[in-house]
């Protein structure tokens, strides 16, 4: 069964930069039929895409972001990273790794989601 | 300001039915690209619920069932029971931003 745990500081100070990894288990990243995103959950509020990348390394990023973040993966570690630069508290929210099942575009495993906070 | 817009809450009695409307455009859903629907329960993360705009994966309830017409869709739950409260996501593709879009999110309140 497949399996996805993000992890990272839940406490990132303004300015900073935002880094988690989520570890895949119980299925190979490089597996063609998927994509690998990110996405967040400020409290009280709903979902927004952050970004995605596929085992190759090819990126896309939501472009309200795009300046500010890079997702990178790494087959050997199953594993994909996000950094999100110059936070502020507006990128204090849940974040979810998740798998993108490419045939349908949806969201069809993620993560159990971690709480960054930017605050000094 | 979500790409996908639905109503920020619904409530129903149990027993009852209700429906939660995800309107987008001409760039996402009214381009042809499936809609999909997520069950979000109190601090845990979302999972898939609908899927293909009107197919549930295996272990949903057939109680729920989703709808698509042009720019919009639509999930349904009937009988609605007191474990059905949650809040509801919609999501598509958006060919625009070259990415994944939500709604903004419908809490349904179970009366």
Known sequence: QLQLQESGPGLVKPSETLSLTCTVS????????YYWGWIRQPPGKG??????????????YNP???SRVTISVDTTK???SLKLSSVTAADTAV?????????????????QGTLVTVSS | Q????????????????????????????????????YQQ??????????????????????RFS??????????AITGLQAEDEADYYCQSYDSSLSGWVFGGGTKLTVL
């Open chain 1, 26 to 33: 119980g299925g190979s990243i490089s597996s063609s039929s």
């Open chain 1, 47 to 60: 979902l927004e895409w952050i970004g995605s990348i596929y085992y190759s390394g090819s990126t896309n």
């Open chain 1, 64 to 66: 309200s972001l795009k």
């Open chain 1, 78 to 80: 199953n594993q994909f």
């Open chain 1, 95 to 111: 974040y979810y790794c998740a798998r993108i099942w490419f045939g349908e575009l949806l969201f069809d495993s993620w993560g």
């Open chain 2, 2 to 37: 979500s790409v996908l817009t639905q109503p920020p809450s619904v409530s129903g009695a149990p027993g009852q039915r209700v429906t939660i409307s995800c309107t987008g455009g001409n760039s996402n859903i009214g381009a042809g690209y499936d809609v999909h629907w």
């Open chain 2, 41 to 62: 329960l109190p601090g845990t993360a979302p999972k898939l619920l609908i899927y293909g705009n009107n197919n549930r994966p295996s272990g949903v309830p057939d």
């Open chain 2, 66 to 75: 989703g709808s698509k017409s042009g720019t919009s869709a639509s999930l």
